[in-house]
């Protein structure tokens, strides 16, 4: 079965500084998909950036990036620059590829980041 | 990418009473998926539509109580039937795809 753990309940940075929420993850399929999410107050579940266990490079969109070590299985999620919107929940998830596209998340229990001006 | 609108975005309601939520995707997609997220926890799939067959739904979740509709490739309804202040949550739809993205979420209060 697919688990992933967030071991952060809760993170707090500086404005403008860098930040890194861990994830890592646990599956015996050899081809899955990772996902962070943003979740602000209002609920709404946003979309930040996607990593392929084939992919040679770590994905980046924006400030986002995410530093995928595939031995250590982890895929943790930095946020350059960081601005006082960026405060919010955030959640790690996978999807077994194998499934296909079309097949569930499973999400970690996500992170709690506080922006301070 | 795919927009996705689902409404309504909040409401509060009485125990005893059902709520249809709806979420209307801009192109055709496969699979929907309706997920829960209860106060202070994570998302949990509740169960999956796809278009002209019956919803398959996760362990926990019946028919019964959270029954739902998928009549074309850009349309589902979630209903949450015979609420109790238990079934307050956030419920999301969402979308196959490399991005898997989300609907704003409905924010549910039973009183």
């Known amino acids: 079965a697919q688990k992933i753990t967030q071991t952060q309940p809760g993170m707090f940075v500086q404005e403008k500084e860098a930040v890194t929420l861990d994830c890592t993850y646990d599956?015996?399929?050899?081809?899955?998909?990772l996902f962070w999410y943003k979740q602000p107050s209002s609920g709404e579940m946003i979309f930040l950036i996607y990593?392929?266990?084939?992919?040679?490079q770590n994905a980046t969109e924006g400030r986002y990036s995410l530093n995928f070590q595939k031995a250590r299985k982890s895929a943790n999620l930095v946020i350059s620059a960081s601005q006082l919107g960026d405060s919010a929940m955030y959640f790690c998830?996978?999807?077994?590829?194998?499934?296909?596209?079309?097949?569930?998340?499973?999400f970690g229990k996500g992170t709690l980041l506080t922006v301070n001006p | 990418s795919a927009v996705i609108s689902q409404k309504p975005s909040r409401d509060i309601c009485q125990r005893g009473t059902s709520l249809t939520i709806q979420c209307q995707v801009d192109?055709?997609?496969?699979?929907m998926f309706w997920y829960r997220q209860q106060p202070g926890q994570s998302l949990t799939l509740i169960a999956t539509?796809?278009?002209?067959?019956?919803?398959?739904?996760e362990s926990g979740f019946v028919i019964d109580k959270f029954p739902i509709s998928r009549p074309n490739l850009t349309f589902s309804t979630l209903t949450v039937s015979n609420m109790s202040p238990e079934d307050s949550s956030i419920y999301l739809c969402s979308v196959g795809g490399r991005e898997a993205f989300f609907g704003q979420g409905t924010r549910l209060t039973v009183v």
């Open positions: 998830a996978m999807r077994d590829v194998a499934g296909g596209s079309n097949y569930k998340l499973t």
């Open positions: 192109s055709q997609v496969t699979m």
């Open positions: 599956t015996s399929d050899p081809s899955y998909g």
């Open positions: 539509a796809n278009q002209g067959s019956e919803a398959t739904y």
């Open positions: 990593q392929g266990s084939y992919d040679q």
